[in-house]
């Protein structure tokens, strides 16, 4: 469609240099030019309040106050643990101190000082080394100095030239475009964010992306198998599943790296030719504490458009692991030869029969326990054997998106958690590999997750995180979800972080989550940047960070809990860093995004997510009814004048306030008027409740439709063949009479 829609128009398009994988897509599909554009600066988070003082009773303890017993260590002590109650981190360091905890076989209670210390130390420098954007670009507008210095320094090199090209990056934007819409030339370079890739700058050029027969490069491999070291030190229990997620954009930034994290997983290896390009992969030996993991993926749907080969390579990868068990399974399974041959078909020539024990082959146990269960199904044993060895999954083709976001940001339109899971697997549940290009499987998605027990998610950006976007918590909360839905329990969740490559590590989503938001989205230097941009700052923090906290929310409610609503309120609400933000947030159109915020803290309180008190739902009741009143209703998911939150929320308000938020609610329901001439458009409205139509019976619907329509008109011109010949034949009969 997009080249129909374009034709021979030029397409150009700006877009920011770290969104290379998104951009590409802009380019297969609709041949568009490139003109990339800075990011924001980037700064290394700077702390504020309790997290600032804590930092500093730290540095106090480690250099002097806690080198002996004595008052002063017992009363800095002491400080530090009233400020960790006052701010709330308990919950944030329990998930930290983990694993330390674990090993010393201790609970959190029983902390000794020093480790309390040193933990809530480490976990500081945590929010500290993350990078945080700084207000955001305006296309072709010089930066100061000072955002310059400060980017610069967050890229950590000392070459002059990246500065000065830094410098040079707006003018050259706007000189790009201008070259761009006047049929001029814009020259190609490298994407990817500045701190990562300093020869991304100067911006203002068509980016590219690694050629994909590259992928996964030899640095990413390095990277990926980094990272499958780290995810073998948690052992797996008999019979999980571990799901991987695989997203095109941080495939670009990484060369592969999560691609490889799977390969290695399975115990299987890439085989590059000397120029590097892909050629095929390998087995590895499978030993005690090196077992095979069995491992699924998801992929989105931009992946799949971009990445076929690497899909059928970690089939191939998959099925080169079960195969390692082979032999074992023919002599101890012989009912299932049939099924088993039918699986490792789609190897071909690679196949190469191993004999491993079922315990270091997760894949190959994993595959025998499904293979039996849908024999004695009633399954033949080529359908058993493949179904049991499918591993890969997504979207329909030419669909995007696990959904999940789209039904989260209409609250109105379900009423519990279960619906989302369930559209998730509907959606989601599309096979992909050698012989699978998208047939919907949703019973064996349906299967595959019930026995997953952990989740990854790679981020290679020093930009975007988890809350600034809404295809995190449409994936991994989706996947979760989903898990938990199926399963009974939530999956182990953890974010791979790999933007600085030199330091890789896998973090638990709860920690990851909850550091971001206190380190980022409450911290008054990120929010006073964004306050220097009227409406475009007021949208990133409403209608971007709160919806996708509220996404995370839905699908995690065991990390987002009523302290965060709590610090929400107190930050945006209640201006707790005197920024004048609720000012801000009411000036001009701003006041549509504090009206969309107060919805969602109140559908969040409606839906029983937050727990918050009489009061607090009083005051945000009110203030929601008398913004709404004075301006109208925001337009979103959250305030459609049917929405069930409403009825909820009415009882709540006085008098004087319900006549007149009820009237503008009339006023959206009322009926346009109907137009004389007919119209063929209308607006569809996605039900949560009703699952969707899989891509084959869809295709049957629509061909039994169209076979009707064709019928009926083959029918009409055969009547009027036959009116027409009989009305032919008609006068030449009276004339031979």
Known sequence: YPTQIVGDLPSIYPYIVDGVGEGIQAKRRGLAVMIDHLTPPLVATPLYDDLLKLRQLIESFETGTGSSEGPARRATIAEIKRLVTRSGLEPELRASMAEPLAARGIDFEQVDDDLLVHEVGHYLTNIQERFMPLGLHVFGKPWASEAVDTLFASMNTDQARYRQALVDSPAAEMQALIDALNGGFVAPGKGNDPIRTPEALPTGRNFHALDSSLIPSRI????????????????????????????????????????????????????????????????????????????????????????????????????????????????????????????????????????????????????????????????????????AALRLFGVAPGAYGAGVNTLVERSGSWQERGQLARSYVNRMGHAYGLKHQGEPVQAVFEESLKHVTRTYLGRSSNLYGLMDNNDAFDYLGGLSMA????????????VSWHNDPRKVRLEPLQEALLAELRGRFLNPAWIKALMQHDYAGARTMGSEFLEYLWGWQVTNPDIITDSAWEEVKAVYLD?????????????????????????????????????????????????????????????????????????????????TLREPLQARLDSALRKAPQPNTPSSIREIQPEAEAPQAEPGQAETQGDRSASQYLWLAGLIALLLLGLGIWRGRGPRSRGAA
């Not at 990484?254 to 290695?264: Q, S, T």
């Not at 839906?607 to 009741?621: H, I, N, P, S, Y």
């Open 220 to 387: 990413g491999w390095n990277i990926g198998h980094e990272l499958a070291e780290r995810a073998r030190e948690r052992p797996m229990e008999q019979g999980g599943r571990e799901a991987v997620i695989l997203w095109a954009s941080d495939t670009v930034r990484d060369e592969g790296a999560m691609i490889a994290f799977g390969l290695a997983l399975l115990g299987v290896e890439p085989v590059w030719n000397s120029r590097g390009i892909v050629e095929g992969i390998k087995r590895m030996p499978a030993a005690a504490g090196r077992e095979r993991r069995d491992l699924m993926f998801t992929t989105s749907g931009l992946f799949r458009d971009l990445y076929a080969e690497q899909l059928a390579l970690l089939e191939r990868g998959v099925l080169l692991a079960l195969d390692g068990a082979s032999e074992t399974i023919r002599r101890d399974y012989p009912a299932l030869r049939t099924a088993l041959d039918a699986a490792l078909q789609p190897l071909g020539p690679l196949a190469n029969a191993g004999n491993e024990s079922l315990q270091l082959n997760l894949v190959a146990a994993n595959w025998v326990r499904d293979a039996a269960r849908r024999l004695d199904a009633g399954a033949d044993a080529e359908q058993a054997g493949s179904l």
């Open 575 to 655: 201006d707790k860093h005197a920024l004048g933000i609720d000012e801000f947030l009411e000036q001009g159109a701003n006041v549509h995004v504090k009206s969309n915020m107060l919805a969602i803290m109140l559908v969040a309180i409606q839906k029983g997510f937050w727990k918050a008190d009489e009061a607090t739902q009083q005051a945000l009741a009110e203030q929601f009814a008398v913004l709404v009143a004075e301006h109208g209703l925001p337009g979103s998911g959250h305030t459609r004048p049917d929405h069930p939150m409403f009825e909820w929320l009415m009882p709540k308000l006085p008098e």
């Open 483 to 494: 898990v938990e839905h199926l399963s009974g329990k939530a999956p182990e969740n953890f």
